[in-house]
């Protein structure tokens, strides 16, 4: 039985943001439960000035929300650090666009909510502001959402989607093509020292700052060692330049069905694994997945500043 109890609501201006919003986070008070609010810079100033401080945690949803593996770390953490406690969480992401396939992620992302975080003991309310929020957005937040928030009160949805469903359909978009001015590499030792050096010149050129590079190079190496270990060749890597990004593309020749959510939650602390698609993700704003029976694609992409 699912415990967590995950709400969406689209509203349409202060008012109705503030009629939904205080009412929520004064129950918790009241109920001594754990609470917190994510939401942008605005949204938090208007819910301080009218509910005050108080026992409510404020945090920003422009580093919140980041990137949806960071996302998913962080409501991990607040969940473990408040065990047995009843948690409620008002969220406003705030994601003014994006890339489709940015989008596409972050629909995702409220997807997995509902499977990863089934048990935990939690009230969440989801808010959506109609006046600046993209269509691809409020489509994704309607088929995330078990239960929607409306004038008349809470109310089952009938556009919810399995998770599985919209997983399915996200992994099932095949990949933009690779560009015909993209550098290319084969990748056939596990000794990987000429492919950092490949992609740090090409990603360089991209006037990439340090920091990027790094996370960068660790990224590929980990796809790269797993395509080798565990893929089929030929393993090729491939980089190109596109609107402020570095990409750099990852194939083989291998199929795998991925099982449960591949680089999504956090690994077990008490297994012994490699760094995995979980610390390729936290290092990568976007890691995209493809794997069919003409071999294995992992798309990494990195913002240059």
Do not use: K
Request: aromatic share 8%.
């Amino acid at each position: 039985m699912t415990r967590l109890l995950h709400r969406a609501m689209v509203y349409a201006d202060e008012r109705a943001f503030l009629d939904a919003t205080i009412p929520f986070l004064h129950e918790g008070l009241v109920a001594g439960e754990v609470v917190l609010a994510v939401a942008p810079a605005s949204s938090l100033d208007l819910l301080r000035r009218t509910l005050g401080t108080g026992d409510v945690e404020f945090r920003d949803a422009a580093c919140w929300y980041a990137q949806p593996t960071r996302t998913i770390a962080a409501y991990s953490s607040f969940i473990d650090h408040n065990p047995g406690r009843h948690l409620r969480v008002l969220a406003e992401p705030g994601w003014e666009g994006g890339t489709p396939a940015e989008i596409s992620e972050w629909t995702r992302y409220e997807s997995i909510v509902n499977q990863a975080f089934a048990q935990v003991d939690a009230s969440v309310l989801c808010l959506y502001d109609a006046r600046g929020t993209a269509a691809d957005v409020l489509d994704g937040a309607l088929r995330t959402h078990p239960e929607l928030l409306g004038d008349s009160g809470p109310h089952a949805n009938a556009a919810y989607t399995d998770p599985a469903t919209v997983y399915a359909e996200i992994d099932g978009r095949p990949l933009p093509p690779v560009p015909p001015d993209a550098y290319a590499m084969p990748v056939d030792d596990i000794d990987l020292r000429r492919l950092r050096a490949f992609i740090g010149d090409h990603a360089e050129r991209h006037g990439i700052s340090s920091a990027r590079l790094h996370d960068l190079l660790v990224a590929t190496t980990e796809v790269a060692t797993n395509a080798i270990r565990h893929g089929l060749p030929p393993v090729t890597c491939r980089t190109w330049a596109d609107n402020g990004d570095v990409v750099v593309d990852v194939t083989d020749g291998g199929h795998w069905t991925p099982e449960g959510l591949p680089g999504f939650l956090p690994p077990d602390p008490f297994v012994r694994a490699g760094f995995g698609l979980w610390g390729v993700r936290m290092l990568c704003p976007l890691v995209q997945l493809r794997t069919g029976p003409g071999g294995t694609d992992i798309r990494l992409r990195v913002r240059t500043r």
